[in-house]
């Protein structure tokens, strides 16, 4: 399983970025996909999840009406479409799947992508 994450860079505040994740080796239909995020001494923590099966979506309380969370037709490709940054959403995003409902609990990852750095700055 590989979970490739891109799209990470450097925005002023009030910008836009839009993360990918190419997926491979597991289908979209038998796990949960989405995004956390880390900063350094803190936990990671969850950020937006998608499940194509049941058609749910879960989003941090901190990123609901910023971010969007979708996937391409083929259900290959994962994205996070972030609107109206701010400084505090400065992080390391991880791509990961987790078995079952979305529940954007870390301890539930199955598979962790590697990091993609986003940078805003005030």
């Known amino acids: 399983v590989q979970l490739q994450a891109s799209g990470g860079g450097s925005v002023q505040a009030g910008g836009s970025l839009r993360l990918s994740c190419a997926a491979s080796g597991l289908s979209f239909d038998d796990y949960s996909i989405g995004w956390f995020r880390q900063v350094p001494g803190k936990e990671r923590e969850g950020v937006s999840g998608i499940n194509t099966r049941t058609g749910r979506r879960l989003y941090a309380h901190s990123v609901k009406g910023r971010f969007t969370i979708s996937t391409d037709s083929a259900k290959t490709t994962l994205y996070l479409q972030m609107n109206s940054l701010k400084p505090e959403d400065t992080a390391v995003y991880y791509c990961?799947?987790?078995?079952?409902?979305?529940?954007?609990?870390?301890?539930?990852?199955?598979?962790w992508g590697q990091g993609t750095q986003v940078t805003v700055s005030s």
């Open positions: 990961a799947a987790e078995r079952g409902e979305v529940t954007l609990m870390a301890n539930w990852v199955h598979y």
